[in-house]
């Protein structure tokens, strides 16, 4: 079940066409004619909770709201975290890395950070698509990152060998811990170059909080269009040096 190195090479293509297949959920489609859907997991979501009779349709969309913001702040918190100390030129590179242990930061915690911070990203942009779209989507995503995870847990135990896999009994995979489960590596976080490498799920958090009390999904679209577009612009100028630590 785990991805292959191809897989791993071209993941931003394959995660892109997800978020592709969700917006537009083509099995909706009339007539094999594309328009726009009726509504939105968003909506769709806060008049569920209504008809449950758990909250008025006011509040249970104030909730699914908020829910979303917190979903994106707490996404992009762990994937500038996580790059702080991976550094942006492995987190972003086509090739799996594995020279050093990587124990610091939120790895102490959590072995795959960065994984679970873009999981918390497509629950808050999945509100944006067709209900059915957001479903499939994040079924699908969900299972591409595990096969992720799967494959480069079997090249770091390859790579470092017993180190890794003590490192791996100790630090679960994507709960994490409440307390650090191991002693830090040495370790200097890259904030700057970190918050720009991951501009994509830092713009779009932020376009969210300030946003979405609009109520216009439209409107958070080209905002996750124009944060998508930047981010393709800042990797061209992002450090490309092999970093000596993976995990």
Same mark, same amino acid.
């Given at each position: 079940? &785990?991805?292959?190195? *191809?897989?791993?090479?071209? +993941?931003? !293509?394959?995660?892109?066409?997800?978020?592709?297949?969700?917006?537009?959920?083509?099995?909706?489609?009339?007539?094999?004619?594309?328009? #726009?859907?009726?509504?939105?997991?968003?909506?769709?979501?806060?008049?569920?909770?209504? +008809?449950?009779?758990?909250?008025?349709?006011?509040?249970?969309?104030?909730?699914?709201?908020?829910?979303? !913001?917190? *979903?994106?702040?707490?996404?992009?918190?762990?994937?500038?975290?996580? @790059?702080?100390?991976?550094?942006? /030129? $492995?987190?972003?590179?086509?090739?799996?890395? /594995?020279?050093?242990?990587?124990?610091?930061?939120?790895? =102490?915690?959590? =072995?795959?950070?960065?994984?679970?911070?873009?999981?918390?990203?497509?629950?808050?942009?999945? !509100?944006?698509?067709?209900?059915?779209?957001?479903?499939? *989507?994040?079924?699908?995503?969900?299972?591409?990152?595990?096969?992720?995870?799967?494959?480069?847990?079997?090249?770091?135990?390859? @790579?470092?060998?017993?180190?890794?896999?003590?490192?791996? &009994?100790? $630090?679960?995979?994507?709960?994490?811990?409440?307390?650090?489960?191991?002693? #830090?590596?040495?370790?200097?976080?890259?904030? !700057?170059?970190?918050?720009?490498?991951?501009?994509? #799920? $830092?713009?779009?958090?932020? %376009?969210?909080?300030?946003?979405?009390?609009?109520?216009?999904?439209?409107?958070?679209?080209? %905002?996750?269009?124009?944060?998508? /577009?930047?981010?393709?612009? @800042? =990797?061209?100028?992002?450090? &490309?040096? &092999?970093?000596?630590?993976?995990?």
């Amino acid at each position: 079940m &785990k991805a292959t190195q *191809f897989e791993f090479r071209i +993941r931003l !293509i394959i995660i892109v066409l997800l978020y592709a297949l969700g917006f537009w959920a083509p099995w909706t489609w009339s007539a094999g004619h594309y328009s #726009p859907p009726a509504t939105t997991a968003w909506l769709a979501l806060s008049t569920w909770l209504a +008809r449950l009779d758990w909250l008025p349709l006011e509040q249970a969309t104030l909730l699914v709201t908020v829910l979303a !913001i917190l *979903f994106g702040l707490a996404g992009a918190a762990l994937r500038v975290w996580g @790059t702080a100390y991976l550094s942006a /030129g $492995v987190v972003h590179s086509a090739a799996m890395h /594995g020279d050093q242990m990587m124990a610091a930061g939120p790895y =102490r915690y959590v =072995r795959n950070p960065l994984y679970l911070g873009s999981v918390f990203l497509a629950v808050s942009i999945a !509100i944006l698509m067709p209900p059915s779209g957001a479903v499939v *989507f994040l079924v699908a995503v969900g299972l591409f990152y595990f096969r992720l995870i799967l494959g480069e847990e079997a090249f770091l135990a390859g @790579t470092i060998g017993e180190a890794y896999l003590d490192y791996k &009994k100790r $630090v679960p995979r994507l709960v994490p811990g409440l307390r650090a489960r191991t002693p #830090p590596s040495p370790a200097r976080p890259e904030w !700057i170059t970190s918050v720009v490498a991951e501009t994509l #799920p $830092v713009g779009y958090s932020l %376009c969210l909080a300030v946003l979405v009390w609009r109520y216009e999904p439209l409107l958070l679209i080209r %905002c996750l269009l124009i944060c998508f /577009g930047l981010s393709l612009v @800042t =990797r061209a100028f992002l450090p &490309k040096k &092999k970093a000596a630590a993976t995990a």
